[in-house]
């Protein structure tokens, strides 16, 4: 099976500002379960931050999966970028395969 390479970056746990969805969770643009840049309720949460089970329950009508981690890769290393993470974190989609390089 093939998985989102998330690189355990933080930088969306850091962004969550105006996310309707995850409004409860919003302590000034960050997420309140964010603890040492890991998730405290990692096991229980939110389907949003579950990117592979979000697209099966959310997204696969809309996209194909190489799409949706295409647009998801593309926005994890613009808030990278912004929240000015290590290079080394971001996020590499292959046409191959989609692997995560230099973790």
């Not at 919003?26 to 379960?33: D, R």
């Not at 389907?47 to 194909?64: A, G, R, W």
Request: hydrophobic letters at 30%.
């Amino acid at each position: 099976m093939i998985l989102f390479p998330c690189t355990s970056c933080g930088a969306c746990c850091l962004s969550i500002d105006g996310i309707e969805f995850l409004e409860e969770y919003n302590q000034n643009g960050k997420c309140t379960n964010l603890e040492n840049n890991q998730c405290s309720i990692y096991e229980s949460r939110p389907l949003l931050c579950k990117i592979d089970e979000s697209y099966d329950k959310i997204f696969s009508s809309y996209m194909s999966k190489e799409e949706f981690y295409r647009q998801n890769a593309v926005a994890c290393n613009k808030l990278q970028e912004k929240l000015n993470i290590d290079i080394k974190y971001r996020v590499h989609i292959t046409n191959v395969a989609l692997i995560k390089i230099e973790k």
